[in-house]
């Protein structure tokens, strides 16, 4: 599975209002490409090497075989790692989350 999430960083001051604290925002964040592989459950944040396993040409056909459960199964997994990497880093606080913009399966 492919996942494209949106980041968030503090929010800069003329997104706070009446002077918040803990403010964060995705629309000045990074977007980071990750890849589940469903067979072992490892997890690729590295774009140079998903990049690889996504590529495709216009003719390639939408196929969506993953059941429903997997599929949420599989975010939240992603959203976990997520979390335990970049949110610990830059320190965010309890609620702030990514925002996923796009996901694909890999078939």
């Not at 997104?15 to 977007?31: A, I």
């Not at 589940?36 to 075989?65: C, F, G, M, Y």
């Not at 990497?85 to 078939?107: C, D, H, I």
Request: proline residues 6%; glycine residues 4%; aromatic residues 10%.
């Amino acid at each position: 599975m492919f996942f494209c999430y949106a980041l968030p960083v503090p929010a800069g001051p003329a997104e706070k209002t009446n002077g918040e604290e803990n403010v964060w925002s995705v629309d000045r964040g990074y977007t980071r490409w990750y890849y589940l592989d469903l067979d072992n459950e490892r997890i690729i944040d590295e774009s140079s090497k998903i990049i690889e396993l996504v590529r495709s040409s216009p003719a390639t056909a939408r196929r969506v075989v993953v059941d429903k459960d997997l599929l949420v199964k599989a975010r939240k997994k992603v959203e976990s790692h997520i979390m335990n990497t970049y949110l610990r880093q830059v320190l965010a606080p309890v609620g702030v989350k990514p925002t996923l913009k796009a996901w694909m399966e890999l078939n």
